[in-house]
Protein backbone atom coordinates (compact mmCIF):
# COMPACT_ATOMS: atom_id res chain seq x y z
CA UNK A 1 0.00 0.00 0.00
CA UNK A 2 1.71 3.57 -0.87
CA UNK A 3 1.48 5.82 1.14
CA UNK A 4 1.62 8.74 -0.71
CA UNK A 5 -0.65 9.01 -4.40
CA UNK A 6 0.63 11.21 -7.00
CA UNK A 7 -1.23 12.30 -10.20
CA UNK A 8 -0.85 12.26 -12.74
CA UNK A 9 1.61 9.88 -13.09
CA UNK A 10 2.09 10.59 -16.82
CA UNK A 11 2.13 14.27 -18.34
CA UNK A 12 2.81 15.52 -21.72
CA UNK A 13 2.67 18.76 -22.41
CA UNK A 14 3.81 21.67 -24.37
CA UNK A 15 6.27 24.71 -24.26
CA UNK A 16 4.75 27.57 -22.55
CA UNK A 17 1.73 25.59 -20.68
CA UNK A 18 1.01 25.72 -17.36
CA UNK A 19 0.20 22.03 -14.85
CA UNK A 20 -0.09 21.18 -11.76
CA UNK A 21 0.86 17.49 -9.66
CA UNK A 22 -1.09 16.15 -6.73
CA UNK A 23 0.30 14.49 -3.80
CA UNK A 24 -2.11 12.77 -1.54
CA UNK A 25 -2.57 10.91 1.56
CA UNK A 26 -3.98 9.81 4.25
CA UNK A 27 -1.65 10.35 6.64
CA UNK A 28 -0.66 13.73 8.32
CA UNK A 29 2.44 14.44 7.53
CA UNK A 30 5.70 16.93 10.15
CA UNK A 31 6.64 17.64 6.75
CA UNK A 32 6.58 17.29 2.88
CA UNK A 33 9.23 17.24 0.43
CA UNK A 34 8.95 17.72 -3.52
CA UNK A 35 11.99 15.91 -5.50
CA UNK A 36 12.78 16.17 -8.29
CA UNK A 37 15.10 13.23 -10.82
CA UNK A 38 16.65 13.00 -13.86
CA UNK A 39 17.18 10.24 -15.44
CA UNK A 40 20.34 7.95 -14.09
CA UNK A 41 21.04 10.07 -11.23
CA UNK A 42 19.38 10.73 -7.61
CA UNK A 43 16.40 12.71 -7.09
CA UNK A 44 17.60 16.51 -5.95
CA UNK A 45 15.41 18.55 -3.32
CA UNK A 46 13.47 21.35 -4.63
CA UNK A 47 11.68 22.49 -2.07
CA UNK A 48 10.13 21.32 2.25
CA UNK A 49 6.71 22.27 3.56
CA UNK A 50 6.40 21.96 6.99
CA UNK A 51 3.39 24.21 7.70
CA UNK A 52 -0.23 23.61 7.11
CA UNK A 53 -1.38 25.83 4.20
CA UNK A 54 2.37 26.70 3.45
CA UNK A 55 2.76 28.27 -0.03
CA UNK A 56 6.30 28.29 -1.08
CA UNK A 57 7.64 29.81 -4.61
CA UNK A 58 11.04 28.42 -6.32
CA UNK A 59 10.95 30.87 -10.14
CA UNK A 60 8.13 29.64 -11.95
CA UNK A 61 7.29 26.43 -9.65
CA UNK A 62 5.15 26.93 -6.33
CA UNK A 63 4.41 24.63 -3.95
CA UNK A 64 1.58 24.12 -1.52
CA UNK A 65 1.21 22.28 1.41
CA UNK A 66 -2.56 21.39 2.58
CA UNK A 67 -4.00 22.82 5.62
CA UNK A 68 -4.48 19.05 7.09
CA UNK A 69 -0.81 18.42 6.40
CA UNK A 70 -2.02 15.19 4.13
CA UNK A 71 -1.58 16.80 0.99
CA UNK A 72 0.34 19.00 -1.45
CA UNK A 73 0.63 20.70 -4.85
CA UNK A 74 3.56 21.47 -7.47
CA UNK A 75 2.24 24.12 -9.97
CA UNK A 76 4.87 24.85 -12.74
CA UNK A 77 3.94 28.18 -15.05
CA UNK A 78 4.85 28.10 -18.77
CA UNK A 79 6.80 24.84 -18.75
CA UNK A 80 9.91 24.42 -20.04
CA UNK A 81 12.52 21.89 -21.48
CA UNK A 82 14.50 21.99 -18.86
CA UNK A 83 11.29 21.39 -16.61
CA UNK A 84 11.47 17.43 -18.21
CA UNK A 85 11.98 14.77 -15.29
CA UNK A 86 10.31 12.80 -12.60
CA UNK A 87 9.04 14.56 -9.51
CA UNK A 88 8.71 12.84 -6.80
CA UNK A 89 7.02 13.79 -3.18
CA UNK A 90 7.94 12.55 0.24
CA UNK A 91 6.42 12.97 3.74
CA UNK A 92 8.40 12.34 7.13
CA UNK A 93 6.83 11.94 9.97
CA UNK A 94 9.48 11.19 11.80
CA UNK A 95 13.05 9.18 10.73
CA UNK A 96 11.17 7.82 7.95
CA UNK A 97 10.69 9.18 4.38
CA UNK A 98 7.73 7.40 2.54
CA UNK A 99 7.70 9.32 -1.25
CA UNK A 100 5.16 8.83 -3.68
CA UNK A 101 4.64 6.94 -6.88
CA UNK A 102 6.73 9.88 -8.72
CA UNK A 103 4.97 12.53 -11.91
CA UNK A 104 7.06 11.96 -15.30
CA UNK A 105 6.61 15.16 -16.98
CA UNK A 106 8.13 15.74 -20.90
CA UNK A 107 7.82 19.01 -22.12
CA UNK A 108 7.85 19.26 -25.53
CA UNK A 109 9.86 22.18 -27.79
CA UNK B 1 33.51 17.18 -1.56
CA UNK B 2 32.19 14.23 -3.19
CA UNK B 3 28.88 13.96 -1.45
CA UNK B 4 27.21 10.45 -1.79
CA UNK B 5 28.97 8.15 -3.35
CA UNK B 6 27.64 4.33 -4.30
CA UNK B 7 29.38 1.54 -5.92
CA UNK B 8 29.26 -0.14 -8.26
CA UNK B 9 26.73 1.72 -11.11
CA UNK B 10 26.34 -1.35 -12.48
CA UNK B 11 25.71 -4.97 -11.37
CA UNK B 12 24.37 -8.41 -13.05
CA UNK B 13 23.75 -11.30 -10.65
CA UNK B 14 22.60 -14.76 -11.05
CA UNK B 15 20.08 -16.10 -8.81
CA UNK B 16 21.29 -17.22 -5.53
CA UNK B 17 24.57 -14.84 -5.28
CA UNK B 18 25.33 -12.69 -2.53
CA UNK B 19 26.94 -9.31 -3.00
CA UNK B 20 27.44 -6.03 -0.79
CA UNK B 21 26.31 -2.08 -2.60
CA UNK B 22 28.65 0.11 -0.76
CA UNK B 23 27.30 4.06 0.18
CA UNK B 24 29.79 6.47 1.66
CA UNK B 25 29.36 10.33 2.56
CA UNK B 26 31.82 12.89 3.13
CA UNK B 27 29.21 15.30 4.99
CA UNK B 28 29.67 13.44 8.42
CA UNK B 29 25.97 12.68 8.17
CA UNK B 30 24.42 10.71 11.24
CA UNK B 31 21.63 9.85 9.18
CA UNK B 32 21.82 7.08 6.17
CA UNK B 33 19.20 4.98 4.40
CA UNK B 34 19.09 2.78 0.96
CA UNK B 35 15.78 2.72 -0.94
CA UNK B 36 14.98 0.85 -4.10
CA UNK B 37 13.48 1.92 -6.79
CA UNK B 38 10.91 0.10 -9.43
CA UNK B 39 8.96 1.64 -12.38
CA UNK B 40 5.73 3.07 -10.80
CA UNK B 41 6.28 2.56 -7.53
CA UNK B 42 8.72 5.70 -6.56
CA UNK B 43 10.84 5.28 -4.05
CA UNK B 44 10.45 2.25 -1.20
CA UNK B 45 12.95 2.68 2.55
CA UNK B 46 14.71 -1.02 2.73
CA UNK B 47 16.94 0.14 5.75
CA UNK B 48 17.82 3.00 7.55
CA UNK B 49 20.58 4.25 10.14
CA UNK B 50 20.44 6.87 12.53
CA UNK B 51 24.24 6.73 13.87
CA UNK B 52 26.81 4.33 13.86
CA UNK B 53 25.88 0.89 15.20
CA UNK B 54 22.41 1.62 15.01
CA UNK B 55 19.86 0.19 12.38
CA UNK B 56 16.36 -0.36 11.52
CA UNK B 57 14.03 -1.59 9.26
CA UNK B 58 12.34 0.10 6.67
CA UNK B 59 9.20 -0.74 4.27
CA UNK B 60 10.49 -3.63 2.74
CA UNK B 61 13.53 -4.77 4.50
CA UNK B 62 13.16 -8.28 3.35
CA UNK B 63 16.48 -9.80 1.92
CA UNK B 64 19.04 -7.58 2.89
CA UNK B 65 21.08 -6.63 5.54
CA UNK B 66 22.93 -3.57 7.00
CA UNK B 67 25.59 -2.96 9.00
CA UNK B 68 26.84 0.94 10.55
CA UNK B 69 30.49 0.68 12.12
CA UNK B 70 31.27 4.60 11.10
CA UNK B 71 29.94 7.47 10.02
CA UNK B 72 30.76 7.58 6.40
CA UNK B 73 29.75 4.28 5.34
CA UNK B 74 26.75 2.38 4.79
CA UNK B 75 26.88 -1.16 3.34
CA UNK B 76 23.81 -3.09 2.13
CA UNK B 77 23.76 -6.57 1.84
CA UNK B 78 22.07 -8.82 -0.49
CA UNK B 79 22.76 -12.72 1.00
CA UNK B 80 20.45 -14.30 -1.38
CA UNK B 81 19.59 -12.85 -4.34
CA UNK B 82 16.59 -13.05 -6.15
CA UNK B 83 15.22 -12.06 -9.23
CA UNK B 84 12.35 -9.64 -7.40
CA UNK B 85 15.45 -7.79 -6.18
CA UNK B 86 16.35 -6.25 -9.67
CA UNK B 87 15.73 -2.61 -9.44
CA UNK B 88 17.97 0.66 -8.72
CA UNK B 89 19.53 1.20 -5.22
CA UNK B 90 20.34 4.64 -3.89
CA UNK B 91 21.29 5.65 -0.46
CA UNK B 92 21.20 9.25 0.81
CA UNK B 93 21.82 10.77 4.26
CA UNK B 94 21.09 13.85 6.04
CA UNK B 95 21.65 15.43 8.85
CA UNK B 96 19.39 14.68 12.25
CA UNK B 97 16.40 17.78 12.39
CA UNK B 98 17.42 18.68 8.70
CA UNK B 99 15.18 17.87 5.84
CA UNK B 100 17.26 17.84 3.09
CA UNK B 101 18.67 14.25 2.10
CA UNK B 102 21.73 13.73 -0.45
CA UNK B 103 21.42 11.17 -3.26
CA UNK B 104 23.84 9.09 -4.41
CA UNK B 105 23.91 8.42 -8.11
CA UNK B 106 22.33 4.89 -7.81
CA UNK B 107 23.12 0.87 -8.57
CA UNK B 108 21.36 -0.57 -10.73
CA UNK B 109 20.89 -4.11 -10.09
CA UNK B 110 20.15 -6.87 -12.28
CA UNK B 111 19.21 -10.63 -11.08
CA UNK B 112 18.94 -13.07 -13.79
Known amino acids: TQLLEQSPQFLSIQEGENLTVYCNSS?????LQWYRQEPGEGPVLLVT?????EVKKLKRLTFQFGDARKDSSLHITAAQPGDTGLYLCAGGPGNQFYFGTGTSLTVIP | NAGVTQTPKFQVLKTGQSMTLQCAQDMNHEYMSWYRQDPGMGLRLIHY???????DQGEVPNGYNVSRSTTEDFPLRLLSAAPSQTSVYFCASRSPGRYTQYFGPGTRLTVL
Open chain 1, 27 to 31: SVFSS
Open chain 2, 49 to 55: SVGAGIT
Open chain 1, 49 to 53: VVTGG
